[in-house]
């Protein structure tokens, strides 16, 4: 098949997915679609089915394409067993692979309905700069989550101060990703966003994991002090 009819039976799953993506990880090794005799890809199902594993552990695991890399080489040597299951086991952060949001239009009442919260609470935190709406004044499913992670967080007594704090950490060590990952998705050469993206994935996945390390060992010190 075609990377057109590829696409169309990607992106049900994976919306945000692009030829530049399929071509960016063709160039990786990680795919190796035939050629026709004037060049054009043709892809098979076994093809189709790579693809989706590879995006499906790229979003649900947050895994490096080397780490992926090899578990495909595992694969095609036989020494392990692709299992892609239905019920896969909640990543450990969001949202998808770090990209944004699936576009939604969101008022605030359809947060607080599907956060399960009131219009006041979800106005506190957009005025706390916790969530921010668009230019029109809407909101995505992002949103959602960070008003849904914050209330649970004031139920054990964080409150907006806390929270600020929480935001600024988060605005800090986004800032520092962005300084390694900004100048190379500004460089030349085709697959250069889809590099950014990557070693956004890799660093993002690193600081959320020492930050939680840090934040444990620091509590179990404050516990036994």
Avoid: C, W
């Amino acid at each position: 098949m075609s990377i057109g009819v590829v696409l169309e039976q990607l992106r049900g799953e994976f919306p945000d997915v692009t030829v530049s993506k399929i071509r960016f990880l063709e160039s990786e090794g990680l795919i190796t679609p035939k050629r026709t005799a004037s060049g054009y890809r043709r892809f098979t199902d076994g093809d189709v089915e790579r693809l989706r594993y590879i995006l499906v552990t790229q979003r649900d695991n947050y895994l490096p394409l080397k780490v992926i890399r090899e578990q495909l080489e595992a694969m095609d040597s036989g020494a392990v067993t692709a299992i892609l299951s239905a019920n896969r086991a909640a990543p450990m952060i969001s949202p998808e692979n770090f990209r944004a949001p699936v576009i939604t239009r969101l008022t605030d009442s359809d947060v607080a309905e599907q956060a399960e919260t009131t219009e006041d609470s979800v106005l506190e935190l957009v005025e706390a700069n916790i969530i921010t709406p668009d230019g029109a004044g809407y909101f995505t499913a992002d949103d959602v989550q960070v008003v849904g992670t914050a209330l649970a967080l004031k139920e054990f007594g964080f409150d907006i101060r806390h929270l600020k704090s929480l935001r600024n950490t988060a605005h800090r060590q986004a800032g520092l990703i962005g300084q390694v990952a900004a100048p190379v998705a500004m460089s030349k050469g085709e697959g250069a966003k889809q590099r950014a993206e990557e070693l956004s994935q890799q660093m993002t996945a690193l600081v959320v994991s020492l930050h939680a390390s840090l934040v444990k060992t620091s509590l179990r010190e404050e516990l036994d002090s």
